[in-house]
């Protein structure tokens, strides 16, 4: 017979599997570019995403590397997008949080929050290459231990409590303290997003041990939600996001062109023996970027493989590394929102069209006005 324990993570499990999810957009601002339109992009793909129904869009911080992500200012990027969009939630994933002043970005976060009528998701998390931290002054091997101290001031300014010398942030809103989500690779790092009642992010990939190459992304990411659903005190709701690598196009041999050649790009960036290098077959770098791709059939299957979307109550997806070009997003977007998500399950919160109508209609509208943008960038 189950302890009580084991009982009680099936039944969180049950009811998880039960959990209508909700679906988001995450970009990391690789379109290849300069900056100023990359931000351009990404906000229409992020108003694309809105207008498709689509609950939530989240954006990646980096800092230095262009070829890595396209951002280091998340905060204000989403301020911009919080204007240009009504409804949809617009997150940080994450908030490379040593590399910050806490307090200052709690009060970015505050006054972002206001702006967007309470649309903030704050992602956190250790993050960055070695060299950004050097860049900042600071020891990499330090980072889980400045994280920990940053989480912890950041919490207190969300929530308006006493600082040094008495102060408090202003303005503040403690409801944001329940809005912090927590990234991991790790069963340790679930167990602190756990415990801390926070909600918990899964990358879209992650690295795998040498004596397990070929384990799946359930294989290590259930046991990171079985640990976060154990700590996670009573009466709090989980929240647990999964990052997936989508990529879906009208037809087969679209996708796997673009996803061939966006993979052999990101492929060149790295000289990592251990990596399957630019001149590996395809079904190689498909299977180690942990990429889902091809028409919407092939990619309704694939997804249909992995286990861990079955546990989570948010999925989100990024066209990362396949990167193709901007109308080929818009239309990754447009296709997972009217067809691949719903034949997974998923309802449109707010449907005053039906797919195929709103599919139309937008097609009409926005992809010719894309299309002449294009024309006149190039």
Known sequence: MPDLDTQRLHEKLNLLRQTPKRLGFFTRLLDRTDAARRYQLAAEQIQHAEHFGLESAWVAQHHFHADEGGLPSPLVFLAHVGARTRHIRLGTGIITLPLEQPVRAAEDAAVLDLLTSGRLELGVGTGGTAESFTAFGLDSEQRHAIYARHLADFRTAL?????????????????????????????????????????????????????????????????????????????????????????????????????DEGLRRAERRFSDPARPGPFAPLCDLIRFHDVHTGNVDAVVASLRTDETLDYVTDWVFQVHSVDPEHSYILRSIELMATQVAPALGWQRPDSPLSGAQSAERTRAQVLPDVEQREAQVA
């Open 159 to 259: 929530r308006g409590d006493l600082l040094p010398a008495g102060k408090r942030t202003y303005p503040h809103d403690a409801t944001l303290d329940r809005r912090v989500w927590q990234a991991t690779f790790s069963v340790a790092g679930g167990e602190r997003a756990g415990q801390a009642g926070d909600g918990l992010m899964l990358s879209r990939t992650q690295p795998r041990a040498t004596d397990v190459p070929d384990a799946s992304l359930a294989d290590l990411q259930l046991p990171i939600i079985h640990a976060y659903l154990k700590a996670l005190p009573e009466g709090v709701e989980p929240r647990i996001m999964a990052s997936r690598s989508v990529f879906v196009a009208d037809d087969t041999e679209t996708a796997l062109r673009l996803t």
